[in-house]
């Protein structure tokens, strides 16, 4: 007669490897989005506080009511002192954030992150992020979406951040709608559609001459460096400034709107 068959027994040090997996404390849920407004006051003089104008629109009885779920918290700088105070207190409050929208004056070699006469640089800024351990960044800031800047953004960040989308020439304001839309796209859909981005992107530098670039990590690591200055080289070509495409096609209704009777 056969034997009945049994079960062999887990290894103990299987068993042990079990318990401990089910121990261990899993990481908090990350927040939805952390707005930081660079050197705040300055951004407000200038008319370019959008990340406090993209808070509101996100933070009204209307959205609340469709994502009742969802976390945005605006920091806004000044100082050093205070944003190291300001950076400590949200991350201990909330924790880790899923994307970052970050707004504020800079170039290739840093951002105005403060008041501080010196920019940070881009490696800097990405050790201030690290914390929060984003998977989006979304950079509204002149020059941030050169591969250069990119590089060094990854860099600190490279265990959690897949995704920036930052523009590699000057951005005016009117450029900057098709980046609140991405980043609706990730609050509401939980990710973003490479299509409907795509063709986003591409809409947005036919009617403004905005240029807005999706960088992936494994795009800026070594041995990416020829394609990466290939698309900066792109980015200059294309770059003639800022225009709107209705005003160029219809001058002069443009300038002589009819008059009511």
Known sequence: MPRASRNKP???SARGKERGDRLRPRKPRRKDLLIIECNSTKLAADGMDLGTAFARLTNNDFAKALRPHKRIVLVRTSTEDKLMRDLAETFDEHGRFRSILIVGHSN???LELTDAPV???????GDWLQPFEPEYVFLAACEA?????VRELFVPMKKTLRHVYASPTTLHITQTPPLALLILM???NGKIDETHSGALRLGNY????????RWKREETGPGEEITAASCDAIASFLDRG??????LLLPAASRNPPANH
């Open 10 to 12: 887990t290894p103990k």
């Open 108 to 110: 290739q070699a840093g």
């Open 119 to 125: 920019l940070c640089g881009w490696r800097g800024v």
């Open 145 to 149: 979406g050169k591969s250069a800047v």
């Open 186 to 188: 990730v609050l509401y």
């Open 206 to 213: 036919i009617l403004t001459g905005g240029q807005l670039f």
């Open 242 to 247: 800022v225009w709107d495409l209705a005003e």
